[in-house]
């Protein structure tokens, strides 16, 4: 992995991203970051002081994480000083509302970073997609895949079977005809066999989806460890012939969307499958009664530095709308609109809270 170094126009900027470079998973990547990182404290007093108040805060949020094992208050904090580092600008001056943010960005990126940095498997994948980018290949058997933003595949095709594996994100899958080799798509909590054409697969956070645009697939749920015996004593479970059980398959048809979880298949719910499908040619999430949470994970993918957000703080919100995703801000502006109780607060331009405005105190 390659990541830049910083733009030397900007002095919170440079911090922020020099965080980025010292907090990285690749020691190599981190070895040259500190070599820059010493270099650039030396070119200047001001780097100097800022580079000592990096240095303090990484050190703290190291301690920070490793304590509360990953609670995300740390980065509630860093973001309250932000604002109250602007609220200052007024009373104190420019100056120290900048000192302000640029500690807040040495509190808070750390802990962000590590929690958006993709993971190893995303970076060896066959396919993948960074942010902000749609990925669109004919694979070897003719079969076109399109990837939305931060998205990942493995493939595994030979002369019995083609196995799409989604890693994380989103795909549309126009499948191949092949008599001879069946199509699968794989993700961590299912495998999803073609008996038509055209569908969408996401995986994001413990749960998959399916959505259905043309003929219909067979889903089965993950693997289980074995077979379990329903009340009459039969087997509610079957074998795909290599010692592994699932779950019996469920079909899915056109005009048809299903979740996954962890317990297993979901109530399979209608679509307008024209409109969703033609959102994704336009890199557009159409949603009718999603919950926001699952929105902003899908927006989330489109954005770099991600969107962070307390899921079960929002999970009363649900979302009917259509949104840009080439245009995660746009899109969170609307969401802004649609809800006047979302709060958004950005950080050096690159990471954004959602969470809910605090109820007003009654006298």
């Known amino acids: 992995m390659q990541l830049r ?11 922020s991203e020099w965080l980025v ?4 998973d690749d020691p190599a990547e981190r ?112 079969t076109r895949i399109t990837l939305s933003g931060a998205s990942a595949i493995d493939l595994h095709f030979d002369e019995k079977s083609r196995t799409v594996e989604l ?23 299912a495998r999803i066999r073609a008996l038509g054409t055209r569908f969408a697969v996401s995986h994001e956070k413990g749960k998959s989806s399916l959505e259905m645009f043309e003929s219909q697939v067979a889903v089965q749920a993950l693997p289980l460890p074995a077979a379990v015996d329903d009340a009459s004593g039969n087997s509610n479970s079957n074998s795909n012939g290599n010692g592994n059980i699932y779950e019996k398959a469920t079909v899915v048809r056109a005009g048809e969307r299903v979740e996954l979880t962890r317990q297993g298949i979901g109530q399979i719910e209608r679509i307008d499958a ?23 994970a899908q927006l989330a993918r489109h954005r770099p530095g991600g969107i962070h957000y307390d899921s079960r703080q929002l999970a009363s919100l649900r979302v009917s709308a259509v949104l840009p995703l080439d245009r995660p801000d746009e899109a969170l502006q609307l969401l802004q609109t649609s ?15 959602v969470d809910l405005r605090a109820a007003p105190q009654k006298n």
């Open 5 to 15: 170094e910083p733009d030397p126009s900007n002095l919170a900027q440079q911090a």
């Open 21 to 24: 470079l010292l907090t990285c």
């Open 31 to 142: 070895a040259r970051g500190q070599a820059g990182f010493s270099a650039w404290k030396a070119a200047d007093a001001r780097h100097a002081r800022a580079a000592a108040r990096i240095e303090a805060f990484i050190g703290q949020v190291e301690g920070v994480r490793q304590a509360t094992d990953g609670n995300p208050r740390p980065a509630h904090a860093a973001l309250d000083a932000v604002y109250e580092g602007q609220r200052q600008v007024r009373r104190t001056g420019r100056r120290r509302a900048g000192v302000a943010l640029l500690v807040a960005i040495a509190v808070a990126v750390p802990v962000w970073f590590t929690a958006s940095v993709p993971a190893p498997a995303h970076l060896l994948a066959d396919v993948r997609s960074s942010e902000r980018e749609w990925v669109s290949q004919t694979l070897p058997d003719g």
């Open 167 to 189: 890693l994380s994100g989103d795909i549309r899958v126009d499948v191949a005809k092949d008599a001879q080799r069946p199509f699968y798509v794989q993700t961590p909590l």
């Open 274 to 296: 024209e409109r969703v499908e033609n959102g994704w040619r336009q890199h557009q999430l159409v949603l009718v009664d999603r919950p926001l949470s699952e929105v902003l």
């Open 339 to 353: 809800f006047p109780e979302l709060r958004l607060r950005f950080l050096a331009d690159r990471w954004v809270w």
